[in-house]
């Protein structure tokens, strides 16, 4: 049961727009939702953080909106670059005990930013 | 300032062997999990070690089994290995200070041929 459901699994922008991914989520326990970017041949590095009690949070060009009643996040990138072209996961955890650390990861995204 | 470490960073078996992996966490963090994640996918959880105990496990059988030692370090130990197994196993490390937040390594790419 994939308990994280992520859209597109690729996706092409010109250097300047704007990608959008979208994740959906079935577990209400969850209450931790992370994006890593992964290069590749690298592991995942966090990106950007949100917790269901804010709607929106943004780091840099980097802006997760939450919507909690619907059980959806997304991440948007703002002036995409070239570098920024990488796969991108949506993560999800929470729960009783250890389960606050068990990452759940969506299938990933393959962005390219055309120059 | 190490970030996580693993090695080796690539390896080649055939079915049916067995192999270690390791892992040094980041300097100050205490808590490890490994991660598998098959070609095209997102990484899946296997189990994560605190104080040298397995403290949480994901959907592995009984051949995927670990050890965390002393220093933090851990071991992924994959017995009767299966063509199924070829993924890049990943690892990741927080400390107490970190809240949620896990620090991954750059993985080791295991082929089972």
């Known amino acids: 049961q994939q308990q994280v459901k992520q859209s597109p699994q690729s996706l092409i922008v010109q250097k300047g727009g704007i990608p959008i991914i979208n994740c959906a989520y079935e577990?209400?326990?969850?209450?931790?939702f992370p994006w890593y970017q992964q290069f590749p041949g690298k592991g995942p590095a966090l990106l950007i953080a949100i917790r269901p009690d804010v709607s929106e949070k943004k780091e840099g060009r980097f802006t997760i909106s939450f919507n909690k009643s619907a059980k959806q996040f997304s991440l948007h990138i703002m002036d995409s670059q070239p570098g920024d072209s990488a796969t991108y996961f949506c993560?999800?955890?929470?729960?009783?005990?250890?389960?606050?650390?068990?990452?759940?990861f969506g299938k990933g995204t393959l962005l390219t930013v055309n120059p | 300032d190490a970030g996580v470490t693993q090695s080796p960073t690539h390896l080649i078996k055939t079915r049916g062997q067995q192999v270690t992996l390791r892992c040094s966490p980041k300097s100050g963090h205490d808590t490890v999990s490994w991660y598998q994640q098959a070609l095209g996918q997102g990484p899946q959880f296997i189990f994560q070690y605190y104080e040298e105990e397995e403290r949480q496990r994901g959907n592995f059988p009984d051949r995927f089994s670990g050890h965390q030692f002393p220093n933090y370090s851990s071991e992924l130990n994959v017995n009767a290995l299966l063509l199924g197994d070829s993924a890049l196993y990943l690892c990741a490390s927080r400390g107490q200070g970190d809240g949620r937040t896990q620090y991954f390594g750059p993985g080791t790419r295991l082929l089972v041929l």
């Open positions: 993560a999800a955890s929470g729960g009783s005990g250890g389960s606050n650390y068990k990452l759940t």
């Open positions: 577990n209400t326990a969850f209450d931790y």
